[in-house]
């Protein structure tokens, strides 16, 4: 047999066999989520609509609790009517009134960047985020990711919590949690895992999934000594069979 036929046997044979593996993976996931929603059910999805809020409420929330990021937010809006006064304010009247929510300085000055950044795509118009409204996920995700201090996390939950597009944020407790499951490889960086979790788990499950596997992370799955003996997930976890009833 020529060379050249045997290797592009193996080629098809390869392709074939990533196909089912990906298949494979996709019905795993079927089987985690409806797992999911039997132990932690179907969280209410209700967007707002304010794009750029949710874009600084998420800048704020950035290594802090919930309970500081959504104080500091509180504080801002209080302190300044509009968007463009907070662009326009001393960087240290805007750091003051986030204080709560950590490291102010720094925040302040993203927050004034990523601003001022959209003030000149917008050439002076109302600061707005609307225009993510009419985008394709993807071109919507590039628009966010192109802003200072925005990764693929941040820009994710604006258009998944705000606009209730279906994009796919990976937190600590989403990575850990499908790492374990084996849905992502050991070395899958939170980042890389965005792109390859969005491929495996469909839009309209999306949601679902991010706010369960949160809620499984920090309840079952943590980081140190998880709960496998009370984890619904077990069936279906990686980490489980390949390390606990490993050892028993």
Wanted: net charge neutral; hydrophobic share 40%.
């Amino acid at each position: 047999m020529p060379r050249s036929l045997g290797a592009s046997r193996e080629v098809s044979r390869a392709g074939v066999e990533g196909m089912e593996a990906a298949e494979a993976l996709r019905d795993k996931v079927a089987r985690i989520y409806d797992l999911l929603v039997k132990t932690y059910g179907i969280p209410p999805w209700e967007p707002d609509g304010d794009a750029l809020g949710g874009l600084i409420g998420t800048v704020l929330s950035q290594h802090t609790s919930d309970v500081n990021s959504e104080r500091a937010y509180a504080q801002l809006v209080s302190r300044f009517p509009t968007w463009e006064a907070v662009r326009d304010a001393p960087v240290e009247a805007v750091a003051e009134a986030i204080r709560p929510g950590g490291l102010a300085g720094l925040k302040a000055e993203r927050i004034q960047r990523i601003l001022r950044i959209l003030t000149e795509r917008l050439n002076g118009k109302d600061l707005t985020l609307d225009t993510l409204k009419d985008m394709p996920l993807d071109d919507a995700l590039d628009y966010l990711e192109s802003l200072p201090g925005v990764g693929p996390k941040t820009a994710a939950c604006v258009l998944l919590f705000s606009l209730g597009q279906p994009a796919f944020p990976v937190d600590t407790h989403v990575w850990r949690v499908t790492k374990r499951l084996g849905l992502i490889g050991p070395k899958v960086t939170a980042d890389a895992a965005h792109i390859v979790l969005a491929d495996l788990i469909p839009p309209d499950r999306r949601h679902t999934m991010h706010v369960d596997l949160i809620r499984h992370g920090r309840q079952i799955c943590h980081a140190q000594r998880p709960a496998c003996g009370r984890c619904s997930l077990r069936a279906e976890c990686q980490y489980y069979w390949r390390s606990v009833a490993h050892e028993r």
